[in-house]
């Protein structure tokens, strides 16, 4: 009974290292299958080959599908696993087809000589769950490629029908010169997704549908690295100065170098955390019914000196941290709590 079991042992371990380690060469990749999914992934050279195991190098294309070697079972390609190409000095191009959903983390660090990262379309690329910014080609390659042609500018139509983009999607994309975010059907946008971008031009519909798009809690405001930012409708913003007239979401301007002074309207009556968070620039605020400040809404805010708010209930911890131009501020009869640390290092 006891050498029974520990045959069957045997047998199940082994065929639990035939599962992690079937890794089979195709067309110059490596990948594994995905049991769980029915798909396939490209992964790293495997170190356990019989050759010396080398880096991936030239221009490489990922295909969509794949076809098992001994089988007639084909496969979606939709990932590519964590440090599948790290180290890859010798890779100049690659190409990932709109099959690929994710990507792991480190895939391209280190790929120091690569030249072009190709997407199937920017509503593709889009799409893509980056593990981090070194798991995108476009980190390391800096130029953006969609369909084989350099693309140097992201238009309104090349998001049509985007209502999220994800973490990362054009970290690197320093060739970048224009992003338009005009359409009607962008909702949000991930973690550092403009991370390494650059003096680009950035273009909203307007005032509202600028602040209709929610962010994450890291660096995801295009405004933060844009070179000039400009609203499609009449409104002038050109001055740094801005009207809202309706609530303000979390992180909305985080960051942003080029706010001089806010007025908030009836319409706006809360401010989400974050929201003004570093605005270097930023001097004054006025309100009319504004009533929620939110968690360091307007902390790191170095140049602001006027705040006018006569209608506000609560004001959320760190909300004025490191003012330190704020010498002054008159609190309100309708004021009902203060956060913590909501003053600190003012003026």
């Known amino acids: 009974m006891v050498r029974i079991q520990k045959l069957v042992l045997l047998s199940v371990l082994l065929f639990v290292t035939t599962i992690v380690h079937a890794q089979e060469l195709i067309n110059g990749l490596y990948y594994q299958i995905n049991n769980e999914k029915g798909t396939a992934y490209v992964c790293p050279v495997p170190i356990f080959s019989d050759a010396t195991p080398t880096p991936y190098s030239g221009a490489i294309e990922i295909p969509a ?24 000095i010798g890779l100049d ?21 690569l030249k072009k990262a190709n997407f199937a379309s920017v509503k593709d690329l889009c799409a893509i769950e980056f593990g981090n910014k070194e798991a995108n080609p476009l980190y390391q390659s800096k130029s953006l490629y969609i369909g084989g042609t350099p693309k140097t500018q992201v ?17 690197g994309g320093s060739q970048i010169t224009l992003i338009e975010l005009s359409g009607n059907n962008l909702d949000s946008i991930g973690n550092d997704a403009f991370n390494g971008c650059k003096n680009y031009q ?17 660096v995801s405001n295009p405004m933060t690295y844009a070179g000039s930012v400009n609203v499609k409708s009449a409104e002038d913003i050109s001055s740094g100065e801005i009207n809202i007239n309706q609530n303000v ?3 909305a301007f985080k960051g942003v170098k080029w706010l ?9 009556t809360s401010i989400g955390k974050n929201a003004f968070y570093g605005c270097e ?23 602001l000196a006027s705040v006018t708010i006569p209608a506000t209930s609560t004001i959320g911890i760190d ?4 003012c330190v131009e704020l010498a002054s501020i008159t609190l309100p009869t309708t004021l009902t709590a203060i956060g913590i640390k909501a003053f600190k290092i003012c003026k």
């Open 202 to 218: 950035l273009y909203y519909t307007n005032i509202g549908q600028m602040l209709s798009i929610g962010y994450g809690d890291g």
């Open 260 to 268: 001089k002074k806010v007025s908030f309207g009836s319409g706006a």
């Open 65 to 88: 599908t794949v076809t098992w070697p001994g089988t007639n079972n084909i496969y979606s390609v939709d990932s590519i696993s964590t440090s599948a190409f790290e180290g890859s």
């Open 319 to 322: 909300a004025f941290n490191s």
């Open 155 to 171: 238009t309104e139509q090349d998001l049509n029908g985007v209502s999220l983009i994800k973490g990362f999607a054009f970290a």
């Open 93 to 113: 191009s690659i190409s990932i087809p709109a099959s690929v959903k994710s990507i792991g983390k480190n895939a391209f660090i280190g790929c120091s000589s």
């Open 249 to 251: 979401k979390a992180n």
């Open 281 to 303: 620039a930023l001097e004054s605020i006025t309100s009319e019914m504004l009533a929620s400040i939110g968690d360091g809404a307007f902390q790191n805010c170095k140049k």
